[in-house]
């Protein structure tokens, strides 16, 4: 649901040498669990676009422009709904200046640099694991290989639906025992950082979907992962929720958010039962916690 609450932006323009500021009102989506923050080079800034969001690492940003306006993010041609709605995300490693370039229907065109923050990323030691899940074996890659193929295939769709604008919600309530990012030392060996944020909660917590969205790809046993479910909320905006005891949703239904799609587990590569909850946008990994803000307390 969208609201038609009103924020002020401002801009810079110089008319005969002078420098002036202007003001006007922009609706936002106020459902959108997002800290606004606007860290745009305020000389080119264009007004004709509306942005809500976090430009910073692994954080995403809701656009609108006016209909029939054609978006690059660097090289990748962004898709815009008819009614000029848009996402852009940035992974964890982004680099501190993107470039948007922007075509309207009259041809003319605009660019303008992002300015994105940069985070400080902990190191977070996890023990107890078995070997085989930290040190694969021949096999074992070879499964791994596959198995990471359809999760590229199904994070890598571009679905019309705008889901997102929903807004979302936690999926699970309870303590947070991994952050999005943090350097991961298993079994005292160095590896991936942790693309997501763990919630630990009992073995068999419904897990609800944190936003509409169409199932993508349900596997039982990953290697990694274990019970694992991908839901699409369109224009390239995924969220992927492993260590499942159980699935209850199939590849190819809708779900309205809220619904219950599985339960907590502590299947594939985990220490105990939790849901990891990670987000992408396209290839970019995306901070689940950016979107939801603080955890609520638990009843």
Request: glycine share 12%; aromatic share 8%.
């Amino acid at each position: 649901m969208l609201s038609n609450i009103k924020v002020k932006l401002c801009f810079l323009s110089s008319v005969n040498g002078t420098s002036m500021y202007h003001y006007c009102e922009l609706g936002v989506l106020a459902r959108v669990s997002l800290c606004l923050s606007l860290f745009l080079s305020v000389a080119k800034a264009d007004p004709s676009i509306e942005f809500t969001g976090d430009f910073i690492q692994g954080g995403i940003v809701i656009g609108r422009v006016q209909p029939d306006v054609k978006i690059h993010l660097g090289e990748r041609q962004v898709r815009v709904s008819p009614d000029g709605w848009f996402v852009l995300g940035f992974g964890r490693d982004e680099k501190p200046n993107v470039v948007l370039n922007v075509e309207y229907a009259d041809g003319t065109k605009h660019q303008e640099t992002l300015n994105v923050k940069a985070r400080r990323y902990e190191i977070q030691r996890i023990d107890g694991l078995p070997p085989r899940k930290v040190t694969p074996s021949a096999e074992d890659l070879e499964r791994i290989k596959q198995e990471n193929a359809l999760i590229g295939a199904a994070r890598n769709r571009d679905e019309p639906r705008t889901d997102f604008l929903s807004g979302f919600d936690w999926p699970v309530i309870g303590r947070i025992s991994g952050i999005f990012g943090s350097q991961r030392v298993l079994n005292g060996i160095p590896k991936r950082p942790h693309f997501g944020v763990d919630v630990a909660a009992p073995t068999g917590t419904p897990v609800k979907a944190p936003a509409p969205g169409k199932v993508t790809l349900v596997h039982k046993d990953m290697f990694y992962t274990g019970g694992t479910i991908n839901l699409d909320h369109g224009h390239g905006l995924t969220s992927i929720f492993i260590h499942l005891s159980d699935i209850f949703v199939t590849e190819g239904q809708y779900v309205e958010k809220g619904s219950v799609i599985g339960s907590v587990g502590a299947t594939g590569r985990a220490t105990g039962p939790h849901l990891h909850w990670g987000m992408n946008w396209f290839k970019a990994r995306i901070d689940p916690a950016l979107l939801v803000g603080n955890m609520p307390d638990q009843q």
